[in-house]
């Protein structure tokens, strides 16, 4: 096999000791070049722009952009890129909202190494890769009549954070959101930091009308 017959494939991953369990196994396979590693989601598509990668193996739970957020934009700029979703996290949630996204493939990070380099060569040839756990989710979707589950916006959020930035839509203070929540003031106030970190924006007001864009804050109940 040439040099020029080999899949480049990028990794974005956070974590350094999964990053470099990857790395070794990589670069045992022949039919493999890692061309580079990112370590969040900005860095994964950036990285994705200059490299021009066949795959990228993607994680979920990144800093900043998130590795749905990435996959979406990484398809929509370079569709010619295959990402293959490497995760801890099977839910429905999850797997749908990679699938919207456009992943072709969707693996737990617990896959055995021969299962992971198969699916790499599949999607970078064209083929889609669901896990077994994935798979049966997928047959009763279609099974059901393909009523999925609906997708939560802002998936980089947590349920948690998800309630508040709600609230903040509703245009509720942060002491009517703590009373309302059961939490304090300065929970509240952590809070709406890490949703500003979350959503990049700069201020409240910019992540309340991003809020209100994806559905949040029932215009009904707002005061």
Avoid: C, W
């Avoid at 749905?68 to 909202?97: K, Q, W």
């Avoid at 072709?104 to 617990?110: I, Q, S």
């Avoid at 999607?123 to 393909?146: D, K, T």
């Avoid at 970190?197 to 409240?204: A, E, F, Q």
């Amino acid at each position: 096999m040439t040099v020029a017959d080999r899949l480049q494939v990028l990794v974005a991953e956070d974590h350094p000791v999964y990053r470099d369990g990857l790395r070794a196994m990589l670069a045992a396979s022949p039919g493999i070049e890692l061309v580079g590693e990112a370590g969040d989601g900005d860095e994964a598509v950036r990285m994705t722009a200059e490299l021009r990668p066949d795959v990228v193996l993607m994680d979920l739970q990144m800093p900043g952009r998130n590795g749905i957020d990435a996959t979406r934009a990484i398809v929509t700029r370079r569709p010619a890129t295959a990402v293959l979703i490497l995760t801890m996290f099977e839910d429905d949630e999850s797997v749908f909202n990679a699938m919207r996204a456009g992943a072709r493939g969707y693996l737990l990070k617990d896959a055995a190494g021969d299962d992971l380099l198969r699916a790499i060569d599949t999607v970078g040839h064209g083929g889609a890769v669901f896990g077994p756990g994935v798979a049966r989710r997928l047959v009763a979707f279609f099974a059901s009549g393909g009523i999925g589950p609906r997708a939560e916006p802002f998936p980089e959020l947590t349920e948690r954070e998800r309630q508040v930035l709600d609230r903040m839509a509703r245009g509720e203070g942060n002491a009517i959101i703590a009373a309302r929540l059961g939490i304090s003031l300065k929970t509240v106030r952590n809070y709406a930091s890490t949703i500003f970190d979350k959503l990049m924006v700069v201020s409240r007001a910019e992540a309340i009308v991003r809020a209100r864009e994806a559905g949040l804050g029932d215009p009904a109940e707002r005061r």
